[in-house]
């Protein structure tokens, strides 16, 4: 079993439309939970942080994290043209270690 | 504030050969890490470098190697190219301290390397 499951997709939604992106861990000692977006030739770039369980919000975006399920998501809200990219999950336990990155959800947001 | 760069970006190699790819971190970051990006595998960490020193190693054979230097710049490089080794190569760059923000990783736009 891989430390992070992501579906890659691909998942196509008219213009408007509320998108969920999900990923499920086994890992328990994950605390901070991040998503990241990649436009087609281009790195990816920070889009959401959050630390332990909760949600956070920022625009129409909005980040939750169930550790009791080890189950995060990531909600697009009236979700635009310009959302179209691959959404990637990644992860990470305290101290010095590296991010662990699901495989990434590619998105088309068509108009 | 000047992006993470990555030359070159592109680059065609024929098996058995070696590579070295180099990246520029922002301004002040002192940690840089190196992923390697593929359909099938995902995004797969490969080391980290923070002040010259080698952090973090992920599960990669010993034919990719890094090195930084002294003004936080890194190179990797990979010797006897296997054609699994075609891949989008990126690094990424933090402040690297503990208690700072590690988990947020700026990242180049990669070099996308083609193993023939």
């Known amino acids: 079993q891989k430390e992070v499951e992501q579906d890659p997709g691909p998942l196509s939604v008219p213009e408007g439309a509320i998108v969920s992106l999900n990923c499920t861990y086994s890992?328990?000692?994950?605390?901070?939970f991040m998503w990241y977006r990649q436009y087609s030739r281009k790195g990816p770039e920070l889009l959401m942080y959050t630390y332990s369980s909760g949600n956070k919000e920022d625009g129409r975006f909005t980040a939750q994290v169930d550790k009791s399920s080890k189950y995060i998501s990531l909600f697009i809200r009236d979700s635009q043209p310009s959302d179209s990219a691959t959404y990637l999950c990644a992860m990470k336990s305290p101290g010095n270690t590296p991010l662990v990155f699901g495989k990434g959800t590619r998105l088309s947001v068509i108009a | 504030k000047a992006g993470v760069t990555q030359t070159p970006r592109y680059l065609i190699k024929t098996r058995g050969q070696q590579v070295t790819l180099s990246c520029s971190p922002i301004?002040?970051?002192?940690?840089v890490s190196w992923y390697q990006q593929t359909p099938g595998q995902g995004l797969q960490f490969l080391f980290e470098y923070f002040s010259e020193t080698q952090r973090n190693k992920g599960n990669f054979p010993g034919r990719f190697s890094g090195r930084q230097f002294s003004n936080s710049r890194s190179e990797m490089n990979v010797s006897t190219l296997e054609l699994g080794d075609s891949a989008l190569y990126l690094c990424a760059s933090s402040l690297g301290l503990a208690g700072s923000r590690s988990y947020e990783q700026y990242f180049g736009p990669g070099t996308r390397l083609t193993v023939t």
């Open positions: 890992n328990s000692a994950f605390q901070y």
């Open positions: 301004s002040g970051h002192r940690s």
